[in-house]
């Protein structure tokens, strides 16, 4: 259910909470409240481990509760809002504290593991979640869509793909829905020949062509596992079957994603490469609040290109679709090792071929384990997480053998 | 208002009419009526002069009234439904007919002056109507738009440019719309210089890069004129300001419209170049039908281009933007004018550029005369009309020798 709207001197004003405050998608979110203080009370922030500038921001915003996951990071923040009347709390439960107090709308873009609690707390007292965190439709994805949807939440896409997507799916019903198309850049890799691809360096596939990212989600895009990840995501945001699902590289990011309803009509979402647009798109939803991103010039940009992305160099793909397909934990056994194999990857300790080959390994062993099994908590999610993590980093020195 | 939805035993049955049913428009409609007729029951079908084409369309569609524009076109009408229960009509009066009698759903694709009393009669009962003519928002958009939201009516574009923006509008509010893109194909002189353009024959204003139509469209097509009327019709159906709209030069016709969003997201509509697209938008709404129509494969297409419209080379646009911005009664001058000279050119009495010299000139009479008034009624329209041919053919002579 959802709490009760609040009204202020200038209108309606939005209870909102941030999980992940401090971070990129954190600060963006923050940007646009600033702009329009007066619509908007904020009641809860947290971050990772940064205490001080929590504090801060929690003044600045006039939150009334502030919590950092990392509980060495506790006395900075209490240090941080002495005076101010600004409760603070540490730790997992204190996440999800800040997750469960009344505000309207909850920014869930804390990221991993630990995000799966306070989203899921946020989800189930009927909040609107803006999620921008991949880990809750990824590895419980099934679990997270059915109880938001008992609790009457709205879920929100903040992901740039995601966010168009569900703006194209406005101007139609769900049942005239023929095809979503989500638009990948193709990543830096992908005018290389599959010679160039087998000597792919670190330092090469930590540059992104359009949008500036964390090491792990740039890694993803270079390989693709980023798409397939959000074909398992659009899966469970947009209740549509594999089938229904595609995917076309647009190196351009101009275009974010299209819907083709059945009439033949295609409907997309494009804009300049700002994350503001879809955050600000959630935050005023279902109404569209101004925002200073850039306008998009389609005559300055010129020229926009498709083509079909190649499964043979780029085999993350077409792994992280047969884990669509499979359904059940194939996602979260798919995703843990794929974070494994990044991490490796970085490490030095795995070639860039070597990543969607650990990943196909690793849930080709948990299938004939027989713990191929689909989280119904949790609880059970963060097992099948840390399994398959088991699984990763037992199969690497073979694989990284292999694939160098 | 609305006539009573009517019940089938396959479920709800809408009851349409096509004005202009032997046209193109109206065959594709039909082609799409074909595939569910269950669904659709016809009242009226209207021709311009192929009675005996109507006649066989009326008793294959089971309509229960016919009409030809033609008077002449009247014994071959009624021979041809002899014995087949559906009423014949003739003449303009048999069109309002045609347009009054209780249909849901009318599709206006008659073209020219004659359409502006039949279609806003089916708007004045307050019907859903299909809009497949220029004609009644540019020469008379203010007064036809006034008198469909009085009576309830339901304007809908037919056109793919107009039709793609509708849809987009549905991705937000009237008020959160920052900008409305027209695309246009760019038309055969495209890439002319300046040179060229002076020399173009018949033959080559004639060739359409994309869309197959009659040769009026065309050449409006070439001249850039076609997307000035489009920019004038935008103005009614959307309610937007003259500063709200504008135009990009997108050569493969793949995009048919944008709306930009006060966030900076920007919603298209694209599709492959088949008219029974936006017809069957139109037919089922709010709903989507299936169609036929083949599926768009960007990946195949490959490249979007995108470029602003050169003023130099097509002042028509330019002029078009002009009889926007001063309203009133230009806009219907400026059609009267474009429609005599593009018949000049095509008889050969004048050059390619003197097609907008000729309508920028009849423009400067009208108003140098004290002559440009806002049309309040029909008839007032078909005067200003009348009035802006008799001045554009009184200028010819001058202005052909002029541009020569």
Redesign the interface.
Same mark, same amino acid.
Not at 287 to 291: D, K
Not at 293 to 296: E, G, I, N, P, V
Not at 301 to 308: D, H, N, V, Y
């Given at each position: 259910m959802q709490p009760p709207s609040e009204t202020g001197p200038g209108g309606p004003v939005r209870s909102v909470t941030l999980l992940g405050a401090t971070g990129s998608i954190g600060s963006s979110t923050i940007d646009l409240l600033r702009r329009d203080r007066s619509r908007y009370r904020v009641e809860a922030v947290t971050a990772h481990r940064n205490g001080a500038a929590l504090a801060q921001l929690a003044r600045e915003l006039g939150a009334r509760f502030a919590a950092v996951a990392d509980l060495r990071a506790y006395d900075e923040l209490k240090a941080g809002l002495s005076g101010s009347g600004i409760e603070a709390g540490a730790g997992p439960a204190a996440l999800v504290e800040a997750a469960d107090r009344p505000a309207e709308w909850v920014m869930a873009a804390i990221t991993g593991a630990a995000s799966l609690a306070p989203t899921l707390a946020a989800a189930e007292r009927g909040a609107t979640v803006a999620l921008a965190n991949k880990e809750c439709l990824v590895c419980a994805g099934a679990l997270f869509m059915r109880r938001a949807a008992a609790a009457g939440a709205t879920v929100l896409p903040v992901d740039s793909e995601h966010n168009a997507i569900f703006?194209?799916l #406005? /101007? *139609?019903?769900r049942e $005239?829905v023929?095809r979503i =198309?989500l638009t990948a850049s193709g990543g830096p890799f992908r005018t290389f020949s599959r010679e160039q691809m087998r000597k792919v360096t670190l330092e090469q596939a930590l540059k992104h062509p359009i949008w500036s990212m964390g090491p792990k989600i740039t890694i993803d895009s270079a390989t693709l596992m980023n798409k397939g990840l959000e074909l398992i995501e659009a899966r469970h945001l947009f209740a549509v079957r594999p089938e229904e699902l595609d995917v076309?590289?647009?190196p351009q990011s101009v =275009?974010h994603g +299209?819907v083709?309803?059945?009439? *033949? @009509?295609?409907?997309?979402?494009? *804009? #300049?490469p700002?994350m503001?647009?879809p955050i600000?798109?959630c935050l005023?939803f279902p $109404?569209?609040? /101004?925002?200073p991103?850039?306008? +998009?010039d +389609? /005559?300055r940009? @010129? !020229? +926009? !290109?498709?083509? $079909?992305p190649d499964p043979e160099r780029f085999p993350a793909l077409s792994i992280a679709r047969h884990a669509l397909v499979a359904g059940g934990g194939a996602p979260t056994v798919l995703n843990a090792a794929n974070e494994v194999a990044v991490a490796e990857f970085v490490a030095g300790r795995l070639g860039f071929a070597g990543i969607p080959a650990l990943v196909e390994a690793t849930l080709d062993a948990v299938e004939r384990n027989g713990e191929m099994v689909e989280p119904q908590s949790v609880d059970q999610a963060v097992a099948v997480d840390h399994n398959a993590r088991r699984q990763a980093s037992h199969l690497l020195p073979e694989i990284a053998a292999m694939a160098s």
């Open positions: 703006q194209a #406005s /101007a *139609g019903r $005239e023929r =198309v076309v590289v647009h =275009v +299209l083709e309803f059945r009439d *033949g @009509s295609v409907i997309a979402q494009l *804009g #300049s700002d503001r647009i600000a798109h005023a $109404e569209r609040m /101004a925002t991103a850039q306008r +998009l +389609l /005559a940009i @010129s !020229t +926009l !290109t498709f083509e $079909e």
